[in-house]
């Protein structure tokens, strides 16, 4: 068990100042390959961030340091931008690339941005932390939806 924690411990040190913090009942690495995978009720904690999945794998490039990370089966997540936007949702297939903090998410996607009361629904979408932009995609038969508040003016007309 040390082992594990360690190496994993190594592999994503290595590229964010942030600990970060991976349970899972089991755990089986191919350095050599560079994959770490992760299975049965995955839970990684990085700062803010939270993802939690059936199956996440690690993909690292020939230093050890993290370039992909999959998650799959059940995917839900919590995830701070820089800019401080807060989203939380599901999706079936997760995919961070931590060089470009690009997330893109697949299949039966809800994704909420929680300080803006925004949703978006849809089969693929792509939220670009950096940038601040997200795309969205519908399934062959059911559109994108999206969900947003819309403040009423509380302006007096004249007449009041």
Do not use: C, W
């Amino acid at each position: 068990m040390k082992k594990i924690f360690f190496l994993t411990f190594f592999l994503t040190s290595a590229l964010f100042s942030q600990e970060m913090q991976i349970k899972a009942k089991l755990f089986n690495a191919d350095q050599k390959n560079g994959i770490s995978v992760f299975e049965g009720d995955v839970n990684i904690i990085k700062g803010n961030d939270e993802l939690n999945a059936s199956k996440v794998t690690i993909h690292t490039d020939s230093n050890q340091k993290p370039i992909k990370f999959i998650a799959e089966g059940n995917a839900s997540f919590n995830i701070e931008t820089l800019d401080g936007a807060m989203y939380s949702g599901k999706a079936q297939k997760v995919v961070y690339l931590p060089q470009k903090k690009e997330y893109l998410f697949f299949r039966d996607v809800h994704l909420r941005q929680i300080n803006e009361k925004k949703e978006i629904i849809g089969e693929e979408v792509i939220l670009k932390v950096i940038d601040g932009k997200a795309y969205a995609k519908g399934a062959a038969k059911e559109p994108v939806i999206m969900i947003f508040d819309m403040p009423e003016d509380k302006k007096k007309s004249k007449n009041d």
